[in-house]
């Protein structure tokens, strides 16, 4: 999430100057994000990348091609020729928000589809609730298309920006324990993808699979290795409203109140802002749909700023950075995270103002919100902060799931972490901390294993892949934690390599869905060397070379794995004899 700008040395200053930015930004518009690809000629001699312009390993993606199919017959030739020349393919999506490298086809003359053109509602049915789309319709598309036939998705994640072939392949989801969960992918009634075949089917296969199909379970969350997603159709339900209160408490009990706060409400999310010791509950349910309201959510860090805003606050954290500044960052994250508490996140009760809890409003216009998208092309005097044509956010995320049974001892042991110097996670909270939300046991193959709490957290990454963070240690220490004491499952969209080494044991049906995709695209045309190390095909996703701890690209072992040239050694963990993070040490010793 992004920060928020802090130029001045007084909250009154900077609050008076978040208003004025808000104003300017309405007044001004925004730029819309780039293209992924980009072709050095029509088509052809490509580049692919993620919205923020960088892959965890730094690598250019390379393709032969880009094809834009604009329907499933396309989409069945285009996949027909590739399989025929025996072609490496890739499918990539239209803002492609994932940070991993799932777009990226081995070696340089492989072939990327694009669902761009594949943005259709193709059938609502308002008597059995169900809505049937192309792959490449987006999440907030879906959204007002239900609301207009009178109908919702429940649960959905909270930036719009989606498309549904890439929500449903990464295993995108909101916040719930109620009914399914919160995944996108468990109200999934039935799919349809073009696959590999032989030459007897010609070259290609349209797979339809419904809920009487094993294989279903396998396609809802794929990583694009089963073929190419044509068509979605999504069970929904009756339109409805929602109540929505932010409550700001001590995080003195919040092991056991995260425990219990999912159960009690069904939209139920926190904000957590560890070295405040705060944390922000969102008391959210469904209300009957005649209670007087009409709010809107525009999340605030999702909406367009002003690109010199975007560099100054950069410039600002660099400068942090650089010069150890712990404090400064404690500073203004406060301001930011109590900016944010003032202006409820963005909520107003009539879609202009915001007069006070609760705020009540269709679903449909409280669940997912990204602005930043909307407008026409204004020369980036404005942008998504995270854009990568103009000086703004550059950030890491690590994001994981932890089991109900033990989320408590994982939150306590953070908590105990931070006791010992309570500056170490400023910087999180300069990116309003970490959001945690329910996730629900799901039916997926490779979907969450048990009910469980997703956190999500973003921080700082610099331009430079040498360059350690402020508190690193800290911050490896809590994702190391996560993985080899809790068990923790990676988002599949989200995280740096390591979060994904070795994690196809944690999956308890992890040989059946290698079993489907040998079925779906036995030539592993829609792998690559990437998908292939996290499924566990080949040697794992670790990348050893110097600074490669510094970016989550290897499990420090040994010292060569960091920055020796820096001053940075690998040192054993603080918490648990096998975590080991990479820590500044003095190297004349």
């Not at 404005?382 to 890491?396: N, V, Y």
């Not at 911050?475 to 740096?496: D, S, T």
Request: hydrophobic residues 35%; glycine residues 8%.
């Amino acid at each position: 999430m992004p920060a928020i700008p802090m130029l001045f040395s007084n909250k009154f200053n900077v609050l008076l100057l978040w208003k004025c930015l808000c104003l300017l930004v309405v007044l001004v518009g925004c730029n819309p994000p780039g293209e992924p690809v980009k072709c050095s000629t029509k088509d052809s001699n490509c580049t692919v990348t993620n919205s923020y312009g960088m892959f965890p390993d730094r690598a250019i993606c390379r393709a032969g091609n880009v094809a834009y199919p604009t329907s499933e017959q396309e989409l069945v030739s285009i996949v027909s020729a590739a399989t025929k020349s025996k072609r490496k393919m890739k499918v990539v999506t239209h803002f492609s928000h994932s940070i991993p490298k799932l777009v990226c086809p081995d070696g340089q003359d492989g072939l990327l589809v694009s669902t761009k053109n594949l943005n259709r509602v193709l059938k609502t049915d308002t008597e059995a609730m169900t809505m049937t789309v192309e792959s490449g319709v987006t999440l907030r598309q879906l959204i007002n298309e239900a609301a207009k036939a009178g109908l919702a998705l429940p649960y959905a994640p909270y930036w719009w920006g989606l498309t549904i072939g890439g929500l449903l392949g990464t295993g995108a989801h909101g916040s719930s324990l109620w009914g399914k969960g919160s995944s996108v992918h468990d109200y999934v009634e039935e799919m349809r993808i073009v696959s590999p075949a032989k030459a007897e089917d010609g070259y290609a296969k349209v797979w339809v699979l419904n809920e009487r199909d094993k294989d279903l379970d396998a396609a809802k969350v794929s990583l694009g290795v089963l073929g190419v997603i044509s068509q979605v159709t999504f069970k929904l339900q009756p339109l409805f409203k929602r109540s929505i209160t932010y409550v700001r408490k001590d995080d003195t009990d919040l092991g056991d109140e995260a425990v219990t706060f999912g159960k009690l409400h069904e939209f139920a999310d926190i904000f957590w802002y560890p070295s405040q010791r705060k944390a922000i509950y969102r008391i959210d349910d469904r209300v009957p749909i005649n209670v007087s309201g009409n709010g809107v959510y525009n999340f605030t860090p999702f909406r367009s700023t002003l690109s010199l805003v975007l560099a100054l606050v950069r410039s600002s954290e660099e400068t942090q950075e650089s010069s150890g500044d712990a404090e400064g960052k404690c500073l203004n994250a406060k301001l930011v995270t109590s900016t944010l508490q003032s202006s409820a996140y963005g909520l107003t009760n009539n879609g202009a103002i915001f007069t006070g809890y609760p705020v009540i409003g269709f679903h449909n216009r409280l669940q997912s919100s990204g602005t930043c998208l909307d407008s026409l092309e204004d020369s980036l005097i404005t942008a998504c902060p995270w854009d990568p044509r103009i000086k703004g956010e550059f950030f890491h995320q690590t994001t994981f799931s932890i089991g109900l049974s033990v989320v408590k001892s994982f939150i306590q042991d953070v908590q105990k972490l931070v006791s010992t110097d309570p500056k170490s996670l400023c910087g999180l909270e300069l990116y309003n901390g970490i959001l945690m939300r329910y996730v629900k046991a799901s039916t997926a193959y490779l979907g969450k294993q048990e009910d469980a709490i997703d956190f999500d957290i973003s921080y700082y990454r610099s331009k430079d892949p040498m360059a350690p963070r402020l508190y690193q240690d800290v911050l490896e220490e809590i994702e190391q934690m996560a993985l080899l004491k809790y068990n923790a499952l990676p988002h599949w969209g989200k995280n740096r390599n390591l979060v994904f080494d070795g994690v196809m044991k944690r999956y308890k049906k992890g040989g059946e869905f290698l079993k489907v995709k040998n079925k779906y695209d036995p030539w592993g045309l829609f792998s690559s060397e990437w998908t292939d190390q996290v499924l566990g095909l080949r040697n794992g996703v670790i990348v050893l070379k110097e600074g490669c701890a510094l970016e989550g690209l290897c499990i420090c072992s040994q010292d060569v794995h960091c920055a020796p040239s820096k001053g940075y050694l690998c040192k054993p963990g603080k918490t648990f004899p096998d975590a080991r993070v990479c820590a500044r040490v003095n190297t004349k010793t």
